[in-house]
């Protein structure tokens, strides 16, 4: 499978000769007018190419003596020596600052089960889990994971297959014709049954050009067209009472605190039974509604008639209905109000919002563009909300989900990636310059002295980069672990090069189609690679720490698959090893319907947390908003901030056909074809400010500038200009994209806000060769 980070996992046939990898296409599968990928994009189709990229770590390099991180000179060391110097300043630090000093700074460029990153593979997991090290986790993408994936509800929406089924399609915060080339075929074949296509994006995109409708809206104000039109729905008599009243949380009594009315709360003690997941005892105290049949309150499942509205008391406490709450709540953004803030005609908001609610099954094709800005999490909470009250999710072409190919789990032994009971501090790696400034994470005392970066480029494609650099530059020893020469590896000490994904034997951990996601190793890594499980397990021993890998990895690969109930329907380790494709025994051919919020805590549909929960909690004051629909301007890039005075400009990014992220930032064919960083302006815009078309420009604002090549188009709304996402800072002419971002996020998911950001554009009158 192409396992570049757009998310995809796309199924290859990846021919070998002579021992080289010399072409991929697309995977042959069982169910081919079903399967998820019938097709694969131009970064899968070019992997071979990055098998042999001229920026291959070939061996391990030491920062030359006396030069300053970032200055890129470098000298060849030997691993023994290489791994000796980090052996020897990572005992350092454990010995003389505590287990907490050493930190794991990760993010999501490797999926492996064996050789991923974090708690979720054996190489890493077993070092944290025995050492206690610290974990400082990716900002990036965290308002939508967070929110749909966590703490709100599990809405990992529909499989890709599902989307023709939809009457209308919504692609909001998404691009599927770029971004996400493998789902386009969905929507094509969707198209070509009579469903109605709507694009609400700044940009016009190419999805946009094949819509029915195109909603140009005000980048970070998505959330409150998402409660207008919420609020038309309401107030037109749209809403779908039955899914309300017996799939979500709308009938769902609460308290005058914000929690949760439950069966205890009129005097009913909670009843002790099985688990039907696990099996194991536990206690359930139903929730309560209000039966409109009997006039009193009941348990949610035994209700005829739930009361969606009004006011009530249990045993003497006032309680309301959720929905109640919340409409009283959002009520303030009528589409007048939403149409004002978006810049998007009322008439507009409206259409929206009638097609939604009538012209169903309705499939959302969201990602993550609408979690780019701080106040962005909201959206997904608004998102839950609208699809709560018409009924277009959990059915076949209703979903919340970028139609990415459905969330599939497979059976596996999570047992092998734990060797201890140490905790691990796990904190977003946003917040590094904060604890090198202060040497403590809230109360905690917490000096890093070994910063060990792998499994993604955090200083080319976190937010805030020239704060991150300058984090990075105050830890005494880094190590950077990567198969190309990334930004980030460019500020370490020491660099250690790992293998292709073509060069390992692994088991990625999520899987998108409907088979266990086995990958063979192809080809023997190229040049002194070594895989992060072989660097592990000798960094371990050179550390003491002998017992820590008992196995090969191929026997915990083993131990991974070899569970009875694989075993059983023969997807064993060796039946994976002899078939390659073995397909999930628990699934069909029939595309998926998401209906795994029905396993949160409510049990069913929620767009309200009555303890909301951030990911880093320090002990901050958590809002009351948090708990319900909400909309708030961005922190930076909103209509009356006065900073718009000098920086008139919103600023976003774009995900585009030719990357993701950075990882094949030096790809020739995709280089030969687009050969340099483009920043897209409108054609008015550009035209006030004398650049024409192929000048180079620089953005600018308080936080930094960048250099590069004008792309002038009316593809982009006015006022608002997009600069590409994962280029490298050598592929600019001066700057990166990332230094007009700052680091500001909120509290409540911290998220990197790639797109909160006002800046200016200026002709380049500088040198450009």
């Known amino acids: 499978m192409c396992r570049g980070n757009c998310g995809s996992r796309c199924p290859m046939k990846v021919e070998v000769r002579e021992g080289k990898?010399?072409?991929?296409?697309?995977?042959?599968?069982?169910?081919?007018?079903?399967?998820?990928?019938?097709?694969?994009?131009?970064k899968g189709l070019t992997q071979p190419q990055r098998v042999y990229d001229p920026d291959r770590i070939k061996y391990p390099m030491r920062r030359v003596e006396g030069t300053e991180r970032g200055e890129g000179q470098w000298e060849r060391v030997s691993w023994d020596d290489a791994m000796d110097e980090v052996a020897l300043k990572m005992k350092e630090a454990f010995d003389n600052y505590g287990p907490t000093s050493v930190a794991l700074w990760n993010s999501f460029a490797c999926t492996g089960l064996v050789n991923g990153s974090g708690k979720g593979s054996v190489s890493y997991g077993r070092f944290l889990s025995r050492t206690g090290a610290t974990?400082?986790?990716?900002?990036?993408?965290?308002?939508?994971?967070?929110?749909?994936?966590?703490?709100?509800?599990?809405?990992?929406?529909?499989?890709?297959?599902?989307?023709?089924?939809?009457?209308?399609i919504f692609v909001w915060g998404a691009s599927p014709t770029d971004a996400y080339v493998q789902d386009w075929q969905f929507v094509c074949r969707a198209r070509e049954g009579g469903t109605k296509l709507i694009t609400i994006d700044p940009q016009f995109t190419a999805a946009a050009a094949k819509s029915?409708?195109?909603v140009p809206i005000r980048p970070g104000t998505d959330g409150a067209m998402m409660l207008a039109m919420a609020n038309y729905i309401i107030d037109n008599g749209l809403m779908n009472e039955a899914h309300m009243k017996t799939v979500t949380v709308s009938p769902y009594l609460i308290k005058e605190d914000g929690q949760y009315a439950h069966l205890s709360d009129a005097g009913v003690a909670p009843v002790e039974m099985a688990n039907p997941l696990t099996g194991e005892p536990m206690l359930v105290d139903p929730f309560l509604v209000w039966d409109n049949a009997t006039g009193t309150y009941a348990a949610a499942d035994a209700a005829a008639d739930p009361a969606l509205e009004g006011s009530y008391e249990v045993n003497g406490i006032p309680v309301r209905t959720v929905f109640d709450f919340t409409k009283e709540k959002i009520k303030e953004y009528t589409p007048a109000v939403a149409a004002e803030i978006c810049d998007v005609p009322q008439e507009t908001i409206e259409e929206l919002a009638r097609v939604y609610a009538t012209e169903g099954p309705v499939y959302i094709h969201t990602n993550q563009g609408l979690g780019h800005h701080v106040n962005s999490h909201h959206n997904y909470k608004n998102l839950v909300l609208l699809a709560s009250m018409t009924g277009n999710i959990g059915v076949p072409g209703g979903s919340l989900g970028h139609a990415s190919l459905g969330f599939r789990s497979f059976p596996y032994n999570p047992a092998p990636m734990v060797a201890g009971d140490a905790q691990n501090l796990d904190i977003c790696g946003m917040y590094l310059p904060d604890i090198m400034e202060t040497k403590k994470w809230g109360d905690q005392p917490l000096d890093i002295q070994f910063l060990w970066m792998a499994n993604g480029n955090m200083l080319c494609n976190e937010s805030g980069?020239?704060?991150?650099?300058?984090?990075?530059?105050?830890?005494?020893?880094?190590?950077?672990?990567?198969?190309?020469?990334?930004?980030?590896?460019?500020?370490?000490?020491?660099?250690?090069?790992?293998?292709?994904?073509?060069?390992?034997?692994?088991?990625?951990?999520?899987?998108?189609?409907?088979?266990?996601?086995?990958?063979?190793?192809?080809?023997?890594?190229?040049?002194?690679?070594?895989?992060?499980?072989?660097?592990?397990v000798d960094l371990a021993n050179r550390m003491g720490i002998t017992d820590l890998y008992d196995k090969t990895e191929e026997e915990y690969l083993h131990e991974l698959l070899d569970t009875e109930a694989n075993v059983a329907n023969g997807a064993s380790y060796n039946d994976l090893k002899e078939k390659m494709l073995v397909r999930l025994y628990d699934t069909s051919a029939v595309p998926d319907v998401d209906t795994t919020f029905m396993f949160t805590a409510p049990g069913r549909l929620s767009y309200y947390m009555d303890n909301p929960m951030p990911r880093n909690y320090v002990g901050q004051e958590i809002a009351e908003f948090e708990r319900y629909p909400y909309y708030t301007h961005a922190n930076e890039a909103y209509w009356e901030n006065p900073m718009r005075d000098k920086y008139p400009l919103f600023g976003l990014g774009q995900h585009e056909k030719y990357h993701v992220h950075s990882q094949i930032a030096f790809t020739p064919w995709l280089r030969e074809i687009e050969p340099e960083p483009m920043?897209?302006?409108?054609?008015?815009?550009?035209?006030?400010?004398?650049?024409?078309?192929?000048?180079?420009?620089?953005?600018?604002n308080d936080h930094g500038s960048v250099v590069l090549r004008a792309k002038v188009t009316p593809g982009i709304k006015e006022g608002v200009v997009s600069i590409p996402h994962g280029w490298r800072a050598d592929q600019f002419k001066e700057g990166h994209a990332q230094d007009l971002t700052n680091r500001f996020m909120n509290d409540f998911c911290s998220n990197s806000a790639f797109y909160d950001f006002l800046c200016e554009v200026e002709r380049y009158e500088g040198s450009v060769e």
């Not at 105050?474 to 590896?489: E, G, I, L, N, R």
């Not at 189609?513 to 072989?534: K, N, S, W």
């Open 21 to 42: 990898v010399v072409r991929t296409s697309a995977a042959v599968l069982e169910e081919q007018d079903n399967a998820d990928q019938r097709r694969i994009c131009v």
């Open 135 to 168: 974990i400082l986790g990716p900002g990036a993408d965290y308002a939508q994971m967070y929110l749909f994936y966590g703490a709100l509800t599990l809405i990992f929406g529909n499989s890709g297959p599902d989307v023709p089924n939809a009457r209308t």
């Open 212 to 214: 029915d409708l195109y």
């Open 465 to 536: 980069r020239l704060e991150l650099i300058e984090a990075v530059k105050k830890v005494p020893f880094v190590v950077c672990v990567d198969c190309t020469m990334t930004d980030s590896a460019n500020y370490a000490d020491i660099i250690l090069p790992v293998p292709h994904a073509f060069e390992v034997e692994d088991i990625a951990s999520l899987p998108f189609v409907p088979y266990f996601p086995y990958q063979p190793r192809l080809v023997e890594p190229l040049y002194e690679c070594r895989t992060d499980f072989a660097i592990l």
């Open 679 to 700: 920043l897209k302006i409108n054609s008015k815009d550009a035209e006030a400010r004398g650049i024409s078309q192929g000048d180079y420009v620089r953005a600018y």
